[in-house]
């Protein structure tokens, strides 16, 4: 038992002699770092100086670290093959630290000119520790870029022409392009920076010019997403033509973009017009109105006065003689016939026939009135008298004056009145 104590002794302080160093690294004192540290994360923007720095917190465990030492990796990008030197990432201060007391220290990434991410680790080692036991500390670097998105073609402003139709879309779609139905349209953008960009939201807003209704929730704009990096990505915009009412709509889409303090405004000239059935109805409408005003102008107005003056012609002779009513009657009727074949210039003339027709058959029942009053005079109301003779005169009369111009039944009416004075 005692010599196995010795041996045990023995082998001990061999082990001491042949590896003094590591003894010693178990006695050193480790360092700590905070939780919210490891990996360590720097993000910032490229094109301003010096922004890429992060806070490293640490604290020295169990006694004072006077000095320690700093080693870091090369920093490789993981969307491509650029990489960041190891001598470029520095830790900008190596002051000593305390036994139990956390202190902050920054780590300072320099030469950062392609956007993406970096992927790294830093080692801390204190003084006679060996690499396999330093402190590794995972790094990463997020080097953003502002957003130079710009729209292409079209998508710098769109105009838009649209239909709304119903019962008269077959009629719409033979008159009317093919663009005048569509309800999508793709917005061009190019993302020519080598770093994705954020869509974080997009609006839509319109107004018509006439009415002031305003369009948001008819028009659908792209969901937030990712715009791939250095290439023309296409967003669908959206919208529904039966539910934007017939206007002339200005407006624009706006896309917030993450790392743009401006949103991108996409300027939006909507014009919704109704079907062709009501514009076409409206023309036809038009082209009779006009043809009616036109046969108005030329042969309306003239028949409505023709036959006017035969309706006032009828009344006079309403309002004479039954006997010479039936006389002249049938010869009016002729005449309107004549107003409604349009033949105005016979129907003019034979209206004077037929006036002066009415104002012979008055004179001579004027004539019968006084001459009855001298029936008893035996050349008035004798069997040959006068009287006797005007009423086969007045049917004579009226046969013959149905050939006779004015001027001619005026003669008539005159000869008959000198052989009466005669008599």
């Known amino acids: ?147 130079a998105i710009e729209p292409l073609g079209g998508a710098k402003q769109l105009q838009l022409q649209l239909v709304q139709c119903s019962i008269d879309c077959g009629l719409a779609h033979l008159l009317l392009p093919a663009s005048a139905f569509q309800e999508q349209r793709q917005l061009l953008l190019d993302n020519p920076v080598l770093a994705p960009v954020s869509l974080s939201s997009a609006e839509v807003v319109l107004e018509g010019k006439k009415t002031g209704y305003q369009i948001t929730k008819e028009v659908v704009a792209p969901n937030p997403q990712v715009l791939a990096a250095n290439k023309i990505v296409s967003l669908p915009l959206s919208w529904k033509r039966s539910h934007i009412p017939p206007d002339h709509y200005t407006g624009a889409v706006y896309l917030t973009l993450e790392g743009r303090e401006e949103r991108l405004l996409i300027p939006i000239d909507l014009s919704m017009r109704t079907g062709p059935f009501l514009p076409l109805l409206v023309l036809l409408v038009g082209i009779a109105l006009g043809r009616l005003l036109k046969y108005m102008q030329s042969k309306g107005i003239p028949q409505s006065d023709a036959l006017g003056k035969v309706n006032e012609l009828q009344r006079e002779i309403a309002e004479t003689d039954p006997e010479d009513e039936k006389i002249l009657t049938p010869m009016v009727q002729q005449v309107r016939k004549l107003v409604y074949q349009m033949d105005l210039e016979t129907v003019k003339a034979e209206l004077g026939a037929i006036a002066g027709r009415l104002n012979c058959l008055r004179s001579l029942r004027t004539m019968e009135q006084k001459l009855t009053e001298k029936k008893q005079h035996p050349k008035v109301g004798g069997e040959k008298g006068i009287l006797q003779k005007i009423d086969p005169f007045s049917d004579y009369l009226g046969l013959v004056l149905w050939g006779l111009s004015t001027d001619v039944a005026s003669r008539s009416l005159s000869n008959l009145s000198g052989g009466e004075k005669d008599n």
Not at 12 to 20: A, D, E, G, H, R
Not at 40 to 56: M, Q, R, S, V
């Open 1 to 147: 038992m005692l010599i196995m104590k010795h041996w045990i002794t023995s082998i001990t302080l061999l082990m001491l002699l042949v590896f003094p160093t590591s003894a010693l690294a178990q006695t050193k004192v480790g360092i700590q770092v905070d939780a919210k540290d490891k990996p360590l994360k720097i993000t910032a923007w490229l094109g301003n100086e010096n922004n890429f720095i992060g806070n490293l917190r640490l604290t020295a465990a169990d006694g004072d670290i006077p000095n320690f030492t700093f080693l870091a990796s090369d920093l490789k990008r993981k969307e491509g093959d650029e990489i960041i030197s190891r001598e470029k990432v520095e830790l900008t201060s190596k002051s000593p630290l305390s036994a139990e007391v956390p202190k902050d220290f920054q780590v300072k990434v320099n030469g950062v000119q392609v956007p993406g991410t970096y992927e790294g680790e830093i080692e801390l080692l204190l003084p006679g520790q060996k690499r396999s036991q330093a402190l590794v500390i995972p790094l990463t670097v997020i080097a953003k870029t502002k957003p």
